[in-house]
């Protein structure tokens, strides 16, 4: 008899079905506006005030990668060497990376097909008091139901029509690029660290040695107080304004001490703990006396090259493509499975007959299997994780904005410390020339009897006063170099054009950075081992 559904009306019914549960599947909430990344705040007014020297400013990219060879220091080169091998933070940040590199496999597995064997067998003996037994006493109750199956070949692979993968995918490669820049921001604050610690502990050094002498030509003035007194020169006052000025130095050296012995326990710690001699350290010093060499100007392109900048970038990225996994999770999914191999079940008192009879030609099997899911009713999961990631982008984009402000913040604060520092330091030597100059008259006066000891013995405290003050404010302004350096990036670099394009085009589509991210950082990342 003839079935009176046709096979064509068979077919009509299930697309329309089909597309009823598509169209009620398919519908996506409206969010409100996504965030937007600002426009970086031009830096003339930084920068107007700053006088560069153009001769000397340096045509290429600036700061370079290893900066701090500029100070001309082999210590302070061999330390650096140290802290990139065995600091902990750099050791955990590289740990970080390579476990967001590896995210990016599994993530870009699932775009393939997924290949597999696999075998089963069981032999499993019939109850001769069981169900089994009592309809068929003779042939089953006793018997063994033996089953085999060996699959040599199966597949399993869903469709990415939507692109929910390859969102999947782009996003782990924003946050591996992140981490890639995270870990350039580690290195950056960890040298930038080092580089000051050893300019303070290196001004701390001289300044004790200098503190060292104040304490001896105290001890010279305080004894010819003495003198004074026991002559009857003088009262008893100055010898007690001596006595307090001796134990002011006194305390100042003992004050140095402490403060040196922190930057050396700093030096060890940013270092990794590595072998340091600590009585040797701080003795070869800083021997680079050149201004610095600045480009003529600074233009926002600088910014580019800062680390934690790049990072929030990239996190913005990778927040984009979550949206697009979560618009795609509202979009039905479409898999196939097959499979080949062979399988046999057969009821026997051995299993020995098993061999043969699974490997023979009509034992051979196959099967394909496509399927179609529809996520119809998800109690609002959809509807929440589509929230939860477009606020997240909106975070990401304002962590964003708010790093490129402190950024041009950090620029500004940094070459006014370094303007400033430099006009101190260059008072300073002047100051110490003149005390010194009067240093030499009130000697050459005591040499000709026009004045005493003690007044030469003065002039001599001022002027070491004044070379004390003076190893103080040239730090500040050699930390000042370092400060301006990490806020231009420290040589890190970023490719500002591919920046800019992503900015514009996350400005209308938030949920869709280009695929070109992965074709430009993945042979690194893989290469970076």
Not at 85 to 107: F, H, Y
Not at 206 to 234: N, P
Not at 249 to 267: H, S, V
Request: with cysteine.
């Amino acid at each position: 008899m003839r079935s009176p559904f046709k096979p064509r009306r068979w077919i009509l019914i299930v697309t329309g079905v089909v597309m009823l549960a598509v169209s009620g599947c398919a519908w996506i909430p409206e969010g409100e506006k996504p965030a937007r990344f600002i426009e970086a705040p031009s830096t003339e007014h930084i920068s107007s005030h700053v006088h560069f020297d153009k001769a000397k400013a340096p045509a290429k990219q600036w700061p370079k990668p290893e900066w701090w060879r500029e100070f001309g220091s082999e210590e302070l080169n061999s330390l650096m060497a140290k802290a990139l091998q065995g600091n902990p933070d750099l050791k955990a940040a590289a740990a970080r990376l390579r476990q967001a590199q590896a995210l990016i496999r599994v993530e870009g597995a699932r775009l393939l097909p997924f290949l597999d064997a696999d075998a089963e067998f069981a032999n499993e003996r019939i109850s001769e008091h069981g169900v089994f037994a009592a309809l068929n006493r003779e042939e089953a109750a006793g018997a063994n139901i033996v089953f085999g199956k060996m699959n040599p070949l199966s597949l399993r692979y869903e469709f990415d029509f939507w692109g929910k993968y390859r969102a999947a995918l782009e996003a782990a490669i924003g946050e591996a690029a992140s981490e890639d820049a995270e870990m350039a921001e580690t290195r950056l604050l960890l040298t930038t660290a080092i580089a000051r610690s050893y300019i303070r502990g290196l001004a701390l050094r001289r300044q004790l040695d200098l503190s060292r002498k104040i304490v001896e030509l105290r001890k010279e003035m305080l004894h010819l107080a003495e003198m004074r007194l026991k002559l009857g020169l003088d009262s008893e006052d100055p010898v007690e304004q001596a006595g307090i000025e001796l134990e002011a130095a006194n305390k100042r050296e003992a004050g140095l001490r402490d403060q040196l012995d922190i930057q050396k326990n700093l030096l060890v710690r940013l270092t990794g703990g590595g072998p340091i001699p600590l009585d040797k350290l701080f003795a070869a010093g800083i021997h680079d006396s050149k201004a610095l060499q600045l480009p003529a100007k600074l233009p926002l392109e600088l910014l580019a090259h800062r680390p934690d900048l790049a990072a929030a970038l990239r996190r913005a990225e990778a927040a984009s493509e979550r949206i697009k996994m979560a618009k795609a999770s509202f979009l039905p999914t479409i898999d196939l499975t097959a499979f080949a191999g062979f399988n046999a079940l057969t009821m026997t008192k051995g299993a020995s007959s098993l061999a043969n009879l699974l490997f023979s030609g009509a034992s051979f099997s196959y099967g394909v299997a496509p399927g179609v899911r529809l996520p119809l009713f998800e109690g609002g999961r959809l509807r929440g994780e589509l929230s939860a990631q477009l606020a997240e982008y909106d975070g990401a984009v304002e962590l964003y904005n708010d790093t490129l402000l402190h950024a041009v913040q950090e620029v500004g604060d940094s070459l006014s410390s370094w303007e400033e520092t430099h006009s101190i330091l260059k008072a300073q030597v002047r100051l110490l020339s003149s005390s010194r100059k009067n240093q030499t008259l009130a000697e050459e006066r005591f040499s000709i009897g026009l004045d005493d000891r003690q007044t030469a013995l003065s002039r001599e405290y001022t002027a070491l006063d004044q070379e004390h003050a003076l190893q103080a404010v040239e730090a500040e302004h050699w930390i000042a170099r370092v400060d301006l350096i990490e806020a231009l990036g420290g040589g890190y670099s970023n490719d500002l054009k591919i920046v800019q394009q992503k900015i514009a085009h996350s400005q209308d589509h938030p949920e869709g950075f280009s695929l070109l991210r992965w074709l430009i950082t993945m042979p690194a990342m893989f290469d970076k081992k």
